[in-house]
């Protein structure tokens, strides 16, 4: 159970029937509740190990208080949208899914899977609907759905470490445990400062230059001589 039906739950006395919606006020407060109760304790399926008035901490992910619109959006047992996927920085984005072959794009939710071959540690990027797939063995039509890979993703968070979830595609003798795998959003990593100033002075030399020979045609333009041309110049001169 997610944090999420649990509340739902106890604001309709236990029903499972979503007949009262959760507002944000009603989320905050039943959030503190069972942080004062049970600080830390398995609650069917997540633990809630910090709250303040920013947000709260669920395991080791800290949240920001969702908004109503995110609760309307997310009250169907998922959490909040990037609560429990962390954003990391890439300077080379992974090109594709190993199994699936789709495409990452910055920005992309994908799950990072690392094992460890002789003394060397190895990592690959997944999908979330080729995870789905290779644990709970969901059918393609099914890994079309969002909400139904989402679920699945949110189901495998709350496992223990040493769950052993699938067999490594890319190594079937290596077995995958919860613990083998982190939820990440993927970002291209931004330039340093003085790389753009750089980047930026060669494209204005690069204007510049371009602004000279403008309207000069090609078979006028004074040309550098190249370095055979400048060595036959040097000789001749030395003669």
Same mark, same amino acid.
């Given at each position: 159970m997610s944090l999420m039906k649990n509340i739902q739950n106890q604001l309709n006395d236990n029903d499972n029937k979503y007949d009262k919606k959760v507002t944000a006020k009603d989320f905050k407060e039943r959030t503190q509740?069972?942080?004062?109760?049970?600080?830390?304790?398995? %609650?069917?399926?997540?633990?809630?190990?910090?709250?303040?008035?920013?947000?709260? /901490?669920?395991?080791?992910?800290?949240?920001?208080?969702?908004?109503?619109?995110? %609760?309307? /959006?997310?009250?169907?047992?998922?959490q909040y949208r990037y609560g429990n996927w962390k954003e990391v920085e890439l300077k080379t984005?992974?090109?594709?899914?190993?199994?699936?072959?789709?495409?990452?794009?910055?920005?992309?939710? +994908?799950?990072?899977?690392?094992?460890?071959?002789?003394?060397?540690?190895?990592? +690959?990027?997944?999908?979330?609907?080729?995870?789905?797939? !290779?644990?709970?063995?969901?059918?393609?039509?099914?890994?079309?759905?969002?909400? !139904?890979?989402?679920? +699945?993703?949110?189901?495998?968070?709350?496992?223990?470490?040493?769950?052993? !979830?699938?067999?490594?595609?890319?190594?079937?003798?290596h077995k995958v445990r919860r613990g083998d795998i982190r939820f990440v959003i993927l970002k291209k990593k931004s330039?340093?400062?003085?790389?753009r100033r750089k980047l930026a002075a060669n494209a204005a030399n690069k204007r510049a230059a371009a602004s000279k020979t403008r309207g000069i045609p090609a078979s006028k333009r004074k040309r550098s001589p190249n370095k055979s041309s400048r060595r036959t110049v040097n000789e001749t001169s030395k003669k």
């Open positions: 509740f069972l942080y004062g109760n049970f600080p830390g304790e398995d %609650l069917g399926g997540f633990k809630i190990t910090g709250v303040n008035n920013t947000g709260f /901490r669920m395991g080791s992910y800290w949240i920001k208080w969702p908004t109503i619109s995110q %609760l309307e /959006r997310y009250r169907d047992g998922t984005l992974p090109n594709e899914d190993p199994v699936s072959y789709n495409n990452f794009r910055n920005g992309s939710k +994908a799950v990072k899977v690392t094992w460890k071959a002789g003394n060397k540690h190895h990592n +690959a990027y997944f999908t979330p609907s080729t995870i789905a797939g !290779l644990v709970y063995g969901m059918s393609e039509n099914n890994r079309k759905s969002n909400t !139904l890979v989402m679920k +699945a993703m949110e189901d495998i968070r709350h496992k223990s470490a040493r769950v052993k !979830l699938f067999k490594n595609p890319l190594v079937p003798k330039p340093s400062p003085a790389t």
